[in-house]
């Protein structure tokens, strides 16, 4: 069963290796070339304004280089450092620090590729951006970032949007959901390595290595290569999170007195089984669920063989490179080119209850090349910057349905042909300056998205061939945005700012494959109504969110208090509606919802041995209106967003005694809802952790040893950590996942 299993994908896996030869194949060429362009001078540092206090840092205030208000926080290495291995391999465990950041995972090791969530001041991170350099990491079913695909080792900080986006990131679908720009830790100057051992229960096991070369001869080039491997068997189950093998290339190649021309290039692979999810009824009764997930054998019945363990699984390949070309013309005139390309390479077998019992194998294969340039003028009175994002997308999903056991191909579920590629483009302006002790800025960004035409097709018996089916066809469709920003601070001493900041943010249309796969299970009843799919996505528009927020910053030598009060206003909300015509509910883009609360960030320097944060974040997220389904109004008006908990406080304890180093942190999440109408409410939880590192320096085979011990729910508390619902989902539609019991790990790191 299992070589049937490996037939069925053996085309396609060698077609993603010759892909992934040639995308390697390019890199070399390009680093060949570089390396042998000639150098006139070293690169210039560039150092930011930043108010010095005692202590380490471990959040702080960010804005990009050609800014002049704060408009994010920025998580740094030390403050990803803390948070152990499980931030490694996962940019949103890496940023769970912040307030207004709640993740959700079932694992401990940060493994679960699609299976954990993340909501920023209550709203879905998939609906938000992520970007490394300001150039765009997203893909499609679902919509938005693979935080998964990076090794954060490779990160020099993290910084995190949630209001106010800066114009020149490439914000891919959209930002609703806040912007996450990754900054990679480029070549260092001089030549280094490190190299970490991790293990840990559930077989866990992790490897990495980073070199570095420093300055090369003659030609100043900088280079850097590092490589992973992390495997673990599920904490409950049969199966595996791996392995998963990571590739990362980096070069900054020196071409005149102040530019250097830098590449990135970067391979993640990573096999893994999935959790069974568990609905309401049973996580009511945690202690007699905890441990329940896939069978580990097939029992000849369908209906039951749908939950085999293999028959849940994923395969996720993703490579991108990406490059920053700048070119200086004179002091005061920078010209910047970051052109990119990403390609995407998934599939994913899930166990479906319909025709008796199916396996289902989802595929994505996505493709996508841009460039984002910009021009940056510095006069004396002001920044300003002026640049233009296009990219083109080739995105292929498709779903494939085979019979459990003897994997009997039954045809295709979902099977469209798109006429051309999806194209974005995305002028943007922006203008900083100061004014006695003000500080504003103020950018324009306009989005427009072609969505390409595409043909529909039906597979049938006995053969299964592909047939047109033209009320399967799509029209192309045009969505455009304004999308202002502005912002406001105002300096009362070197210690003291207050600020204020607006803007508008917009998600592209998202969850075509459900709405796609509800037509084609009642297609004989769309038509006899004379509704085509094309009908239904013309309902289909971009959300759009007006955002405001309102803080201070207060430093002082011994501690840090950064409050912020925001509120936010979104419009046109994925939101399932009843059509008396086929007596059917599905998506349209009809929903209103409003958002306010506050965060709180705070760091105390106890001494030079104690730092103390506290994190606290009060969000309210409601619906404007109660929805209606199949005929029947549901009581949603002034109710919280599913899955969004009012409270969030996140403290910790950061000591240091000597070589010894104890970081004990507390999260407490508040409770939150399954449904849309409150009926499935899931309580609140705490949940402790605790890290500790013994790091001996200067040693004669290496610069420093560190040995770290971690444990993650530390006191074995039993919880619901994902509740994966849709923003307006009823009663008995949502599936939740339980988080990790108590896990711990050892690692052993080098650093030459």
């Not at 008396?580 to 106890?606: C, H, K, M, W």
Request: hydrophobic share 35%.
């Amino acid at each position: 069963m299992m070589h049937v299993l490996s037939k069925l994908n053996m085309d396609r896996r060698t077609f993603g290796t010759v892909r992934r030869s040639i995308c390697l194949a390019c890199s070399i060429g390009l680093i060949t070339l570089l390396t042998h362009m000639p150098v006139e001078a070293e690169e210039e540092a560039t150092t930011l304004e930043e108010i010095v206090v005692t202590g380490e840092k471990l959040v702080k205030p960010t804005k990009q280089t050609n800014e002049t208000v704060y408009t994010g926080e920025e998580v740094t290495r030390k403050g990803m450092e803390i948070q152990g291995n499980k931030a490694d391999i996962s940019v949103y465990n890496a940023i769970d620090i912040l307030p207004g950041v709640n993740v959700e995972t079932p694992d401990p090791y940060g493994l679960s590729a699609e299976q954990k969530n993340v909501r920023v001041r209550g709203v879905r991170g998939y609906l938000g951006a992520m970007t490394v350099e300001g150039i765009p990491n997203y893909g499609g079913n679902p919509m938005g970032p693979r935080d998964y695909i990076y090794d954060t080792e490779n990160f020099k900080n993290i910084a995190v949007y949630k209001g106010a986006i800066p114009a020149d990131l490439g914000t891919g679908v959209g930002a609703r959901g806040g912007a996450i720009e990754i900054r990679p830790l480029w070549p260092e100057e001089k030549f280094g390595a490190d190299i970490s051992q991790a293990f840990g229960l559930n077989a866990y096991s992790r490897t990495f290595f980073r070199a570095d070369s420093g300055k090369l001869p003659v030609v100043n080039s900088r280079l850097s290569l590092s490589y992973s491997y992390t495997d673990a068997d599920k904490w409950k189950g049969p199966g595996g999170l791996g392995p998963r093998n990571n590739l990362n290339f980096m070069l900054e190649q020196p071409v005149t007195g102040k530019d250097s021309i830098q590449f990135w290039f970067n391979f993640n692979d990573i096999k893994q089984d999935l959790f069974r999810p568990l609905n309401f009824e049973e996580v009511q009764d945690l202690g007699a669920n905890y441990n329940k997930d896939y069978n580990d054998k097939l029992t000849g019945v369908r209906s039951e063989d749908i939950n085999y363990y293999k028959y849940n699984h994923g395969d996720f390949t993703n490579n991108d490179l990406l490059s920053v070309i700048p070119l200086t013309l004179s002091d005061s005139l920078r010209l910047t080119f970051k052109p990119y390309y990403s390609l995407e390479d998934s599939e994913i077998l899930n166990g479906s209850i319909s025709q008796g019992g199916l396996v289902q194998k989802r595929t994505r294969d996505i493709e996508r090349y841009g460039l984002i340039s910009e021009v940056n003028y510095d006069f004396s009175f002001l920044k300003a910057s002026l640049g233009y994002w296009v990219e083109s997308s080739d995105m292929k999903i498709y779903t494939q349905n085979y019979v459990p056991d003897t994997l009997e191909y039954k045809g295709y579920g979902v099977y469209s042909q798109n006429d051309d590629n999806g194209i974005v483009h995305s002028p943007f302006l922006k203008l900083a300056g100061s004014l006695c002790n003000f500080d504003w800025q103020a950018g324009l960004k306009y989005f427009y998205y072609k969505d390409p035409s595409s043909e529909g097709y039906v597979s049938s018996p006995p053969t299964y061939d592909l047939f047109r089916a033209t009320d399967l066809d799509r029209e192309s469709k045009e969505y455009e945005e304004f999308l202002p920003t502005l912002g406001v601070a105002y300096n009362f001493t070197d210690s003291l700012q207050a600020y204020t900041s607006y803007g508008r943010n917009q998600i592209r249309p998202y969850a075509y494959v459900p709405l796609i796969s509800l037509y084609n299970q009642n297609r004989a009843t769309f038509q006899k109504a004379g509704i085509t799919l094309n009908d239904l996505f013309n309902g289909y528009d971009m959300e759009i969110s007006d955002n405001f927020e309102v803080g201070a910053r207060f430093r002082r030598g011994w501690f840090e208090i950064m409050p912020a009060v925001f509120y936010s206003m979104h419009e046109n909300l994925l939101t399932t509606v009843y059509d008396p015509r086929v007596n059917l509910s599905y998506y349209q883009n009809i929903g209103d919802a409003t958002g306010y609360g506050f965060e709180i960030e705070t760091n105390f320097y106890v001494n030079d041995s104690i730092t103390l944060f506290v994190n606290p974040t009060y969000t309210s997220l409601t619906y404007d209106g109660d929805l209606t389904y199949q005929g029947s109004i549901l009581d949603t008006d002034g109710k919280q967003v599913v899955d969004t908990p009012e409270w969030l406080v996140k403290t910790g304890v950061l000591w240091k005694y000597k070589d010894f180093e104890v970081v004990p942190t507390l999260t407490y999440v508040g409770a939150r809802y399954g449904d849309a109408e409150h009926t499935e409410r899931i309580g609140d939880h705490f949940l402790a952790d605790l890290k500790m590192n013994y790091t001996l320096k200067k040693l004669p085979v290496a610069e420093a040893l560190k040995v770290s011990l971690e444990l993650y729910n530390l006191f074995d508390n039993e919880y619901v950590s994902v509740i994966n619902a849709m923003d307006d989902t009823r009663a008995g539609s949502t599936s939740y996942f339980v988080g990790a019991p108590f896990t711990a790990l050892m690692k052993v790191s080098l650093a030459f």
